[in-house]
């Protein structure tokens, strides 16, 4: 790849409240600033929104009303990931508002049927998830879930596993003892495969400094 072949990206960062404290405990909304975010990002000239976050993907069809360009969605990109590799029976290690939200189970297509963790191996997810948010030291928690996954602390018959959380893709092993499906490589390729390059306006260029 050549550096006039990479997509061009704008990105915005937002103070936005815990997605997870207001789904599972009524703490503040996320949406005001994630509409502020939404639109700066159109003001900005993107024509896509991609939002890396499964858990904020609850309120994905709320943006897309705010804005006039697509928002895409990541979790019907993974049911449609985990078809093309085969996957039957997977594992989705996620935020636990994701999990009791079901937020990638309308996504899944029939007979596929989601796993998750036991009730101690959500909250080692939980646990790492946090971690990574805190800004603990990555090489420690890689090795965190790579254990977790040899354990594989979640019911026998599970076929594949799904990084279903951004902070879970940040420590993602080499290895694991069941294929990873990492959600964050998803949006990536998607985003790539999507994009279409728009054409000069009328040859125009920035004129060079004397």
């Known amino acids: 790849m050549r550096d ?34 939404a639109r700066a990002l159109v003001l900005s000239g993107a024509d896509t929104i991609a939002v890396p976050s499964a858990t904020t993907h609850a309120y994905r069809s709320r943006l897309a009303d705010e ?31 994701t999990r009791r ?3 990638y189970e309308p996504h899944l297509p029939e007979p596929m049927k ?17 971690a990574v948010k805190r800004g603990e030291p990555l090489e420690a928690l890689r090795e965190h879930l790579s254990h977790l996954l040899c354990e594989r602390p979640w019911p026998g018959d599970a076929d ?3 990084l279903g959380c951004t902070e879970l893709s940040v420590v993602a092993p080499a290895m694991a003892c069941l294929p990873l ?30």
């Open 4 to 37: 006039e072949d990479h997509l061009p990206v704008v990105m915005v960062s937002e103070r936005i409240p815990s997605r997870v404290r207001h789904l599972i405990h009524g703490g503040p909304s996320p949406l005001p600033a994630l509409r502020r975010a």
């Open 67 to 97: 804005v006039a360009v697509p928002v895409l969605d990541l979790l019907a990109r993974v049911g449609e990931a985990l078809t093309g590799l085969g996957c039957a029976r997977p594992v989705l290690l996620a935020t636990v508002a």
């Open 101 to 103: 939200l079901g937020l």
């Open 114 to 130: 989601a796993r998750y963790p036991t009730d101690q191996g959500q909250r080692q997810v939980d646990g790492i998830i946090d």
């Open 160 to 162: 594949c596993v799904v």
């Open 181 to 210: 499906l990492d959600v964050t490589d998803v949006l990536a390729r998607t985003v790539v495969t999507q994009w279409e390059p728009v054409a000069p306006r009328g040859g125009e260029e920035l004129p060079c400094p004397s």
